[in-house]
C-alpha cells in the first residue's frame, strides 16, 4: 500500500473537474529520484516538455515555500511549493497566468522506499474553466498521459544516474 497525495480540501479529488494518478517502481534509491524532482529548472534534462521553469524566489532548488514559473503545453503558470520532507513528499499549487476565472490546480509527488528502489506516486487535479476546455474538452486523457511521459522518464533518468553511479564504482 502505498500514501497518496495530502489534498488541501479546495483540490480534493472528490470535488476536482479534472484528475489524474500516475505511478511508477524506479530501481533507484529515494534520493535519486528526489534530486532530479527538485531541480526543476533542469526537468528538461530528462523530460524536454518542461523547459522552461523559472525559479523566482531565489533558491537552486525547489524548497517549502519557493515560487516559481514554468510555460506548460505553451502556457505560463504561477508555482508555489506548498509541501516539502525530503525524500519523500513534493507538492504544488499552481495558478493559470492570465485567467480571468481563477484556474488553479494541485500537484503531488510521493516517494516510498521499496525493495529495489522506490515507488514515484503523483497526483494532481485541475478546477477551473481554463483547464475544463484545455484537458476537458479540448485534449481529454491529457494530463494523465503528459503525467505517464513524465514518471516515465524521470524513471529512466534516475536508473540511468544509478548504472552510471555503479559503472563508476566497478571501474
Given amino acids: 500500500m ?14 476536482s473537474a479534472i484528475y489524474a494518478l500516475n505511478d511508477i517502481d524506479v530501481k533507484a534509491p529515494p534520493e535519486v529520484v528526489w534530486k532530479l524532482l527538485v531541480d526543476a529548472e533542469n526537468w528538461s534534462r530528462y523530460f524536454p516538455a518542461e523547459d522552461q521553469v523559472k525559479i523566482l524566489s531565489g533558491e ?23 509541501e516539502f520532507v525530503e525524500n519523500r513528499r513534493l507538492a504544488w499549487a499552481t495558478t493559470v497566468d492570465g485567467d480571468p476565472t481563477g484556474s488553479s490546480a494541485y500537484h503531488g509527488w510521493v516517494i516510498t522506499p521499496t525493495q529495489d528502489g522506490c515507488h514515484v506516486l503523483t497526483e494532481e487535479t485541475q478546477q ?15 494530463l494523465y498521459r503528459y503525467h505517464q511521459t513524465w514518471v516515465e522518464r524521470l524513471a529512466d ?14 571501474g
Fill in 2 to 15: 502505498y500514501n497518496h497525495v495530502i489534498w488541501p480540501d479546495r483540490f480534493d479529488p472528490k470535488t
Fill in 60 to 82: 537552486a532548488e525547489l524548497a517549502m515555500g519557493t515560487r516559481y514559473s514554468r510555460v506548460t503545453v505553451g502556457y505560463p503558470m504561477s508555482l508555489l511549493v506548498t
Fill in 128 to 142: 477551473g474553466e481554463w483547464f475544463l476546455e484545455m484537458l476537458g474538452r479540448r485534449h481529454p486523457g491529457g
Fill in 157 to 170: 533518468a534516475a536508473e540511468a544516474q544509478m548504472a552510471k553511479h555503479l559503472s563508476n564504482k566497478a
